[in-house]
């Protein structure tokens, strides 16, 4: 398996444009997951799928992002506006909780999104 | 939500162990304590887990305390690749918020 797809690997934009990062999930897995990376916060988990439903979103900053999971293979994270400080790096990760359970489940990382917003 | 504590940056020479220290003493009975380590320029990537008896893998060991309050991942041979951030993390039941913290920054002498 290829392992967690995402794309694009790196994007600038202007303040006020919609940016929609892309994540295609390991083959089978049943969960996927967006993560936000900043130096000054760290890793945080912005919003969680089970089986392509949206389980918790408490992470999403505000309004401007939203995210989607039409089908097992596809997942999208857009941010419209976005802000100079939505200059992240953005990580998408599936795992197989069916099969393990969420306490000993595996997270696997995408290589990540890089985001400036000018 | 049990936290976990790590030392910020550890150093170690090549071809050496490195014992990298987590406290976690706030950690529940059900929790289970991952490691997860993040490349330069990569996303984490899973490296071990446990309950409460010692785990050996490919990549690494880890020792849980007694107590379970605190543990310790082993790398038996530290290599030039393992220079990384390491996290270590508790997951309970029902909890897929995981929180990586700031992690501890090994760095890995020639």
């Known amino acids: 398996d290829a392992g967690v797809i995402q794309s694009p690997r790196h994007e600038v934009t202007e303040m006020g444009q919609e940016v929609t990062l892309r994540c295609k999930p390991i083959?089978?897995?049943?969960?996927l997951f967006w993560y936000r990376q900043t130096m000054m916060r760290g890793l945080e988990l912005l919003i969680y799928?089970?089986?392509?439903?949206?389980?918790?979103d408490s992470g999403m900053p505000e309004d401007r992002f939203s995210a989607k999971m039409p089908n097992a293979s596809f997942s999208t994270l857009k941010i419209q506006p976005s802000e100079p400080r939505d200059s992240a790096v953005y990580f998408c990760?599936?795992?197989?909780?069916?099969?393990?359970?969420?306490?000993?489940?595996?997270?696997?990382f995408g290589p990540g999104t890089r985001l400036t917003v000018l | 939500d049990a936290k976990t504590t790590q030392p910020n940056s550890m150093e170690s020479n090549e071809e050496e162990p490195v014992h990298l220290p987590c406290n976690h003493s706030?950690?529940?009975?059900?929790?289970?304590i991952h490691w997860y380590r993040q490349l330069p320029s990569q996303g984490p990537e899973y490296v071990i887990h446990?309950?409460?008896s010692n785990v050996n893998n490919r990549m690494a060991s880890l020792a849980i305390a007694e107590d379970r309050k605190s543990s310790t991942l082993i790398l038996h041979r530290a290599t030039l690749r393992d220079a990384a951030v390491y996290y270590c993390?508790?997951?309970?039941?029902?909890?897929?918020?995981?929180?990586f913290g700031a992690g501890t920054r090994l760095t890995v002498k020639p």
């Open positions: 446990g309950l409460t």
């Open positions: 990760a599936s795992s197989d909780q069916g099969r393990t359970g969420t306490a000993t489940d595996t997270q696997y």
């Open positions: 993390i508790l997951r309970g039941p029902n909890n897929n918020d995981m929180r």
């Open positions: 799928f089970n089986n392509n439903v949206p389980i918790d």
């Open positions: 083959s089978g897995h049943d969960y």
């Open positions: 706030t950690i529940s009975g059900t929790d289970y």
